[in-house]
């Protein structure tokens, strides 16, 4: 408990930094941290969350091995950035050095948690100003999954701290045009792939959509938009190729080595137990890879539906599904009055990019909701302004 203590206080600087030079962050950040804290302490004390279970105590397994083989010196002994257990590793260094402490990993995790909260709402603050921004931030605060997530021993923490700076820099990028916040965006991208290896496509999507932004915003036709569009889609490709093809995918290999056939054995690989959809749903072709994709964004996104439900954990799987529903409904509907702010294009190619790769990679839905809940942090920063639009309607109805 010693431990867990000492990551909290130590924490606690940058978070507080964050509230002091952003006054409107501090209170969701407060309310991010004591919710994270709290449920990380009823998983570790009370009762074991499923989240927290499977692959939970096989990050901590290696890492309590890593520590006790390799000891405090010992992190450049077992790191490995062509595997999922960079998270392992840094958690030996923290058992070798201060001692076994699964609750001090959690905290760790919920101290990350709190400061993607902060740097997403950053983010929005740059878009759409403070006051959409803290309510974002409220919302993300308290959204059960990104809790869940920051609560126990898994990567998400990692992933998610990260990927928001890498958020933060690029809607940077996106009204000062500093060639260094797009570096610095690229390079917090590639951060968070190391702790999932699918997150940088979040570079290949960043890429692109500076290309393709300048054709949007332009009063061209429909068919000379689609034609600049298919160019300038395998020019980014051709460039991020270069950049990718070394990268080594650990469900899948080497990216220049790719087919169809290791996409469809990764598929099928996800479709098992309860919880599977499409089993047996499998690419054979080039020309089956065009029309699955749609299909598995779509339950990638969306499921579980309502006749896949069999059991009382299925339905926060369900009203998560809905949530993502009900934000890219809402997204779509007003597409043409957000689009006019210049990161909106940016940071929605970003999280489509990573959800066609997840999409692919997933054939469960408890695994589905974990991932996608890294995009409906972005989801709602695009759509903040609605949100405090219908907030303030709310407010009004309720006060006549």
Not at 127 to 137: C, D, E, K, L, V
């Amino acid at each position: 408990m010693t431990v867990a203590i000492l990551i909290v206080l130590l924490g606690a600087i940058p978070i507080t930094f964050m509230a002091t030079r952003q006054r409107w962050l501090a209170w969701p950040l407060f309310w991010a941290l004591i919710l994270r804290l709290s449920l990380a302490l009823v998983h570790h004390y009370v009762w074991m969350l499923p989240q927290g279970r499977f692959d939970a105590r096989r990050f901590d397994y290696y890492a309590e091995l890593w520590a006790t083989v390799y000891g405090c010196g010992g992190f450049f002994e077992h790191v490995d950035a062509s595997t999922s257990y960079i998270y392992s590793s840094i958690l030996s260094v923290l058992y070798a050095c201060v001692g076994y402490s699964p609750l001090g990993a959690q905290f760790l995790n919920a101290v990350l948690g709190t400061l993607a909260v902060g740097y997403f709402a950053l983010a929005c603050s740059r878009m759409w100003g403070w006051q959409a921004a803290q309510y974002s931030a409220y919302l993300l605060a308290v959204f059960p999954f990104l809790i869940v997530y920051s609560a126990v021993g898994l990567r998400e923490a990692f992933i998610l701290v990260f990927f928001a700076m890498g958020i933060y820099a690029l809607t940077n990028y996106c009204y000062s045009r500093n060639k260094l916040s797009l570096v610095w965006a690229l390079l917090l991208f590639y951060l968070s792939s190391l702790f999932h290896d699918a997150m940088a496509i979040a570079i290949v999507g960043a890429i692109f959509a500076l290309l393709l932004r300048p054709i949007l915003v332009q009063r061209l036709n429909y068919l000379v938009k689609g034609f600049l569009f298919g160019l300038l889609g395998l020019a980014a490709l051709s460039m991020c190729y270069f950049f990718i093809s070394d990268i080594s995918f650990n469900k899948l290999g080497n990216l220049a080595e790719l087919d169809i056939k290791s996409l469809g054995h990764l598929s099928q690989a996800r479709a098992s137990g309860g919880a599977a959809y499409l089993v047996g749903f499998v690419p054979n072709s080039g020309i089956d890879l065009i029309w699955h994709f749609p299909i598995r964004l779509v339950y990638f996104l969306f499921s579980p539906f309502p006749w896949d439900v069999d059991s009382p954990q299925q339905i926060f799987g369900l009203i998560d599904s809905l949530i993502y529903l009900s934000l890219i409904t809402l997204l779509f509907l007003h597409r043409r009055e957000l689009m006019k702010n210049p990161a909106v294009i940016p940071l929605l190619m970003v999280i489509f990019s990573l959800a066609l790769v997840f999409a692919f990679g997933t054939s469960n839905f408890g695994t589905a909701t974990r991932h996608r809940a890294k995009f409906c942090i972005v989801l709602v920063i695009l759509i903040a302004p609605l949100l405090l639009r219908r907030k303030a309607q709310n407010s009004g109805a309720v006060h006549e």
